[in-house]
């Protein structure tokens, strides 16, 4: 596949499936074994394309107008990277990372570096400021007391 070919499947992915939910698009986009390293998942363990449809699903749940924005682009062999802006509010009807929906606006940067092999998306490394979005929330932290 050409470096533009993995680019647009990596627009897909975001712009396509997280943004418009067309979770059908998802097994043509998501090889059967991808992987899926960092984030909330248990890092390094198999994500069929079953199990990210419900991860995309619940994330919607608890926010509903959540928007995928690609800012930048950079694309090499097999990789490409989404350096990206979120954008949404917590007026859903799940909670998010323990949080009841709060109605609070969010945005967040996120980077994904998306490793595409014949056509389909075979991993992800995703970073995400998780801490930054829990605090736009208004979630507080409680840190353990004494030892």
């Not at 928007?67 to 859903?92: C, K, L, P, W, Y």
Request: charged content about 25%.
């Amino acid at each position: 596949m050409s470096i533009e070919e993995n680019k647009a499947i990596a627009r897909s992915y975001f712009l396509e499936v997280w943004n418009e939910m067309n979770l059908d698009l998802i097994d043509e986009l998501l090889d059967p074994g991808y992987v899926r390293l960092g984030g909330r998942q248990i890092y390094g363990a198999p994500i069929t394309p079953d199990v990210q449809k419900g991860v995309i699903t619940r994330f919607k749940e608890a926010f509903p107008d959540a928007t995928f924005t690609i800012v930048e682009q950079i694309a090499e062999g097999d990789r490409v990277v989404n350096r990206m802006r979120a954008t949404g509010s917590h007026t859903g009807t799940r909670e998010f990372m323990g949080v009841p929906p709060t109605g609070n606006n969010f945005e967040c940067d996120i980077i994904a570096i998306l490793i595409i092999k014949d056509g389909k998306i075979a991993g992800s490394l995703v970073s995400d400021d998780d801490l930054g979005l829990l605090q736009q929330l208004g979630a507080t932290i409680q840190l353990p007391q004494g030892r």
